[in-house]
Nanobody, 126 residues
């Protein structure tokens, strides 16, 4: 499976961006796709996850109410709509896929993911 993330950029605080993650290659009957992010000098952290088949969604508390994860099954693409962006959202955002339906606690664990995209930079200026 190949993942291609795009859509990052520079935006002012309070603005919006939409990230995309296009998946290609091998498909699975059930899998979970997620967004993680890594800020400079910090560990990579979970942002949001979606179970591809059922559309079950999980969010990190820090982005609830501001970010929306979604997927387009026809295009095999996952999205992250980010609204009301804050400077602390500045990070490299990665998309990832796990060949399993993960529960919430598992979806936060980056080690359970089998495939990763290359990352896209999001910078929020104050």
């Amino acid at each position: 499976v190949q993942l291609q993330a795009s859509g990052g950029g520079l935006v002012q605080a309070g603005g919006s961006l939409r990230l995309s993650c296009a998946a290609s290659g091998r498909t699975y009957s059930s899998y979970t796709m997620s967004w993680f992010r890594q800020a400079p000098g910090k560990e990579r952290e979970f942002v949001a996850a979606i179970r591809w088949s059922a559309g079950t969604i999980f969010y990190a508390d820090s982005v609830k109410g501001r970010f929306t994860i979604s997927r387009d099954k026809v295009k095999n693409t996952m999205y992250l709509q980010m609204n009301t962006l804050k400077p602390e959202d500045t990070a490299v955002y990665y998309c990832a896929a796990a060949a399993a339906n993960l529960i919430l606690s598992a979806s936060r664990d980056e080690h359970l993911y089998d495939y990763w995209g290359q990352g896209t930079q999001v910078t929020v200026s104050s």
